[in-house]
């Protein structure tokens, strides 16, 4: 009698170490998942930060072209209430290209010191963004792969613990990134 009672005290306390084992681990990397949003997020607010500051060095070169610098303040508020997966992200993106082109129509723009800088600085927002998503994509697919794993998978949906989602382009920008670019000489 009294070895059954440590076998199966021994079999429960085994089955307890093993849950929060895995539930500890899933929390971590759950954290991992959320620390990617996070890092999406800030390198977004630091592109619309930026675009205040370019839009001024244009408007002091090429303030005639209005339209352009509206659609890109119109874009840049409508992307800030935004998700930043949304169609809206998309937007800017398209308003910014438009707005750094008007370097090639205004020589004296291009030469600018101020509008060469905030154009590194845009390019390298840029750049850490796609560093971002490409590091969230890596976290949601280490927590869900370790989600997915016996016998985590057992027990992560009775402790809360969802399938991420990886970060994908949304529709609106699926027409333009997937087709290959016209290049002419």
Known sequence: MFWTYVIVGGVVGFLLVLVIGIYNNLVGLRQNVRQGVADIDAQLRQRHDLIPNLVE????????????????????????????????????????????????AYPDLKASANFQELQRELANVEDKLAAARRALNAAVARFNTARENFPAVLIAGALGFQQADFNQLDDSERGTVDQAPAIAF
């Open 57 to 104: 060095t244009v408007k002091g070169y090429a303030g005639h072209e209005s339209a352009t610098l509206e659609a890109v303040i119109q874009a840049r508020n409508i992307a800030a209430k935004g998700s930043p997966s949304s169609s809206s992200e998309q937007g800017l993106r398209v308003a910014l290209d438009n707005l750094l082109a008007l370097g090639e």
